[in-house]
């Protein structure tokens, strides 16, 4: 079985002889992957297999992340595996990718007997946005926690943490407005052919907004609740310490946090950034209107 799986104009190009499927909680991800040679410019070469020989054990630890998975070292590659163990005391999924990480095998627990019918995609959350972290990290890339907005051809991203209204926001645009929502969770963006560029996701808030989709960064807001809809200017310095917060690091691997670094400073240094404070009703679409002016 061969397809593709694309967040952001990166395609993990699959090749697999298990036919898979997405679950219908997986949602939104039907519309990121398929047969359809999606566009893109960075292409990962992805096999699926179905089982895993692996000697987990004797790999150096690198990173844990609160019992969900771990990152191991075999001394030439390294590996995403999930911390969750099988009645055969292997993992249910574990992927390995070479040090360019344009090569990635997914190694799988499933038994012959599933295997003579359909079965579930590994590429679902968390190792989806794992590996899609690690992909961009040194491809001037970043995923970030934030709603984006569209109209025609550019995108604004509205960012901040759980809360702060991205949801929220959303939903007031969707109702009163044309704009068309990328997401009310994740956005990526990317430093391509010389601009920014907002894509949208997967990974939705509440909302459920994920669109596959992607225009031209015009400014970075960053939302709070309020009894007024009010605009404010900030820094650069302002805008990097506030993004790094709700910015995807893979704080693991040295080199790629340090490419992340580098990535938001050029984008701080080259997108204007402001404060959003919003009221929770629709006078904030005149506001929103003013963005793409």
Not at 61 to 79: I, M, P, Q, Y
Request: glycine share 8%; aromatic share 10%.
């Amino acid at each position: 079985m061969n397809s593709t799986f694309a967040i952001a104009q990166t395609a993990f190009r699959i090749r697999s002889a298990l036919d898979m499927y997405y679950p219908e909680e997986a949602g939104p991800m039907v519309a990121f992957s398929g047969p359809t040679p999606f566009s893109s410019d960075i292409n990962i070469a992805t096999e699926i297999l179905q089982h895993s020989n692996a000697d987990f054990k004797n790999m150096k630890v690198v990173a844990e992340a609160e019992s969900a998975w771990k990152l191991l070292d075999d001394g030439e590659c390294r590996w995403f595996v999930s911390c969750f163990e099988m009645p055969n005391d292997r993992p249910p999924w574990a992927a390995k990718m070479n040090a360019g990480c344009n090569n990635i095998i997914i190694e799988c627990n499933f038994s012959d007997d599933e295997c003579r019918g359909r079965v579930p995609s590994p590429l679902l959350y968390p190792l989806d946005q794992l590996l899609l972290t690690h992909v961009l990290a040194s491809r001037s890339g970043c995923l970030v926690h934030g709603a984006g907005i569209m109209r025609g051809e550019e995108a604004v991203v509205l960012l901040g943490v759980s809360g702060a209204g991205k949801t929220t926001i959303s939903d007031i645009i969707n109702e009163h407005s044309d704009f068309e929502i990328l997401s009310d969770d994740r956005i990526v963006i990317r430093e391509q052919e010389g601009c920014f560029r907002a894509h949208g996701t997967p990974w939705p808030g509440d909302g459920g907004y994920a669109l596959n989709k992607s225009g031209v960064l015009k400014g970075i807001y960053f939302l709070r609740q309020g009894e007024g809809n009010e605009l404010r200017p900030l820094e650069v310095k302002d805008v990097f310490e506030r993004i790094m917060p709700v910015a995807s690091i893979p704080w693991y691997d040295e080199g790629k946090m340090n490419s992340v670094v580098s990535f938001v400073e050029s984008l701080v240094g080259q997108v204007s950034g402001y404060d959003f404070v919003f009221k929770k009703d629709e006078s904030v679409i005149k506001q929103i209107e003013s963005l793409f002016e």
